[in-house]
T-cell receptor
Framework: AQKVTQAQTEISVVEKEDVTLDCVYETRDTTYYLFWYKQPPSGELVFLIRRNSFDEQNEISGRYSWNFQKSTSSFNFTITASQVVDSAVYFCALLSAAGGSGNTGKLIFGQGTTLQVKP | EAQVTQNPRYLITVTGKKLTVTCSQNMNHEYMSWYRQDPGLGLRQIYYSMNVEVTDKGDVPEGYKVSRKEKRNFPLILESPSPNQTSLYFC??????????????FGSGTRLTVV
């Protein structure tokens, strides 16, 4: 079975604090993709990153960084020096590549982590 | 601007009255799909399309229809809406089914209420 678990339902931090959002996934497929999306209060889903299962390099983009560890099936997201504009719901998602006609492009989303950054 | 456009953004309708939520993308993407987002249930795929004239069911297709006659458009049709279809709906598109390096681009969402 494929599953994504975001154990932190809500996190509250004060501006400028660093915060890490956890994501643990389950899949039996050897080829898969992991994503993070941001859903601000306005409701749209904003793409942040896509990682494939063969690339365990950590990624940094400005204040955002991602740590992918296949050994623990985790794909954690860290925001450095958080800002009020970072307040949103963050979703981790898994796309498994079963191969052939089994590929559906279906994202398996976690339940999301609500991040509140207070001034 | 590269985008996925959904219309309408908000809709209140009555049970049984057929409606269509439109979705259009201007990025020449092959892959398109529909999701619904519900509290406690998260985001679930309704239908997807690998390319023109190729559509298939996702996890929760009951009560919905789709068509893909042109590459850019992927409308979601509710022929006889019921209150359990009250939800936030998202259309998404991508260059290919696996998301490509730019992931899936989502529309702004359609908040549907069926009374």
């Amino acid at each position: 079975a494929q599953k994504v678990t975001q154990a932190q339902t809500e996190i509250s931090v004060v501006e400028k604090e660093d915060v890490t959002l956890d994501c643990v996934y389950e899949t039996r497929d050897t080829t898969y993709y992991l994503f993070w999306y941001k859903q601000p209060p306005s409701g749209e889903l904003v793409f942040l990153i896509r990682r494939n299962s063969f690339d365990e390099q950590n990624e940094i983009s400005g204040r955002y960084s991602w740590n992918f560890q296949k050994s623990t099936s985790s794909f954690n997201f860290t925001i450095t020096a958080s800002q009020v504009v970072d307040s949103a719901v963050y979703f981790c998602a898994l796309l498994s590549a079963a191969g052939g006609s089994g590929n559906t492009g279906k994202l398996i989303f976690g339940q999301g982590t609500t991040l509140q950054v207070k001034p | 601007e590269a985008q996925v456009t959904q219309n309408p953004r908000y809709l209140i309708t009555v049970t049984g009255k057929k409606l269509t939520v439109t979705c259009s993308q201007n990025m020449n993407h092959e892959y398109m799909s529909w999701y619904r987002q519900d509290p406690g249930l998260g985001l679930r795929q309704i239908y997807y399309s690998m390319n023109v004239e190729v559509t298939d069911k996702g996890d929760v297709p009951e009560g919905y229809k789709v068509s893909r006659k042109e590459k850019r458009n992927f409308p979601l049709i509710l022929e006889s809406p019921s209150p359990n279809q009250t939800s936030l709906y998202f259309c998404a598109s991508s260059l290919v089914w696996s998301g490509s390096g730019y992931g899936y681009t989502f529309g702004s969402g359609t908040r549907l209420t069926v009374v």
